[in-house]
């Protein structure tokens, strides 16, 4: 049975700064995983999306990596803004869909 | 171009009652699934249709139910309400489901149950 696993649950880091938010999962036949911003009462939105053959997908400050033989995922975000505060959920599938429970992210200003 | 439109954005209704929220999906996609997010179990899948059909079923009781529409709007159903219901569903659309292209969220259905 597929879990995804999140850690930390929670982070605060100064206005600026670099950092990665991780993403493991116990199975490693994954048909893809996708990384997910969610807004306080709001719903998901997309930010990246790797597929079980890439290794890694970028946009903009964020950089998402995939190691399948390992079962981890890193969300790397650069010079972090007081806007990037929020949860990040990462998912992956293979016959289903199953996320992680989020790591929820407070940038300083 | 219109996002994913759920409705209502917030329902409260009583033990035993049964509900029906609506998804409508962007133009074009045919793929629709829905969640259950909760503070305990986070976010779950319910199930996902594809062209009408029930392509994929998450672990959850035979109360919570749904349908698609040939224009593939979709409706979620649950019967009996308990009060572990209570919850934000969220629905995704998306071309081909499977996060070949990625989803799309709606704001999500916030429900209580009292």
């Known amino acids: 049975k597929q879990e995804v696993t999140q850690i930390p649950a929670a982070l605060s880091v100064p206005e600026g700064e670099n950092l990665v938010l991780n993403c493991s999962f116990t199975?490693?036949?994954?048909?893809?995983l996708q990384w997910f911003r969610q807004d306080p009462g709001k719903g998901l939105t997309s930010l990246l999306l790797?597929?079980?053959?890439?290794r890694e997908q970028t946009s903009g400050r964020l950089n998402a990596s995939l190691d399948k033989s390992s079962g981890r995922s890193t969300l790397y975000i650069a010079a972090s803004q007081p806007g990037d505060s929020a949860t990040y959920l990462c998912a992956v599938v293979n016959d289903k869909i199953i996320f992680g429970k989020g790591t929820r992210l407070h940038i300083l200003p | 171009k219109a996002g994913v439109t759920q409705t209502p954005r917030y329902l409260i209704k009583t033990r035993g009652q049964q509900v029906t929220l609506s998804c409508s999906p962007i133009s074009g996609h045919r793929s629709v699934s829905w969640y259950q997010q909760t503070p305990g179990q986070g976010l779950q899948f319910l199930f996902e249709?594809?062209?009408?059909?029930?392509?994929n079923k998450g672990n959850f009781p035979g109360r919570f139910s749904g349908r698609q529409f040939s224009n593939s709007r979709s409706e979620m159903n649950v019967s009996t309400l308990e009060l572990g219901d209570s919850a934000l569903y969220l629905c995704a659309s998306s071309l081909s489901g499977f996060m070949d292209y990625g989803y799309t969220f709606g704001s999500g259905t916030r429900l209580t149950v009292v």
């Open positions: 249709y594809f062209s009408e059909t029930q392509r």
């Open positions: 199975d490693s036949a994954i048909y893809n």
């Open positions: 790797i597929q079980s053959s890439q």
